[in-house]
């Protein structure tokens, strides 16, 4: 599967960005799926993860109540709305299908990555 990540953007601190991710089939449904997120000179680390229905979902605790994930099967796609923008959270941002069902937080359980949308928050 290909997933293909688009959204990001410039934005002042406090502002609101819409990242969604494009499956290229179908499979995706049967999986979960997350966010990642790499800032400059620092490892990837998870954002968030919703599981293949879309009922369950988790989030790291430094965006825990201003990120949302969500999915819609139907269109193969996946969403992060991203509120309250820190420059903290200034990164390139990757979508990730998961091989686990419900949208694992390891790196090593991702199958496969997109190509990743650049987040700038700025102060």
């Known amino acids: 599967v290909q997933l293909q990540a688009s959204g990001g953007g410039l934005v002042q601190a406090g502002g609101s960005l819409r990242l969604s991710c494009a499956a290229s089939?179908?499979?995706?449904?049967?999986?979960?799926m997350g966010w990642f997120r790499q800032a400059p000179g620092k490892e990837r680390e998870f954002v968030a993860g919703v599981s293949w229905r879309g009922d369950s979902k988790h989030y790291s605790d430094s965006v825990k109540g201003r990120f949302t994930i969500s999915r819609d099967n139907a269109k193969n796609m996946v969403f992060l709305q991203m509120n309250s923008l820190k420059p903290e959270d200034t990164a390139v941002y990757y979508c990730?299908?998961?091989?686990?069902?419900?949208?694992?937080?390891?790196?090593?359980?991702?199958?496969?990555w997109g190509q990743g949308t650049l987040v700038t928050v700025s102060s």
């Open positions: 990730a299908q998961s091989r686990s069902s419900y949208g694992s937080s390891r790196q090593a359980d991702v199958s496969s």
């Open positions: 089939d179908r499979t995706v449904s049967n999986n979960g």
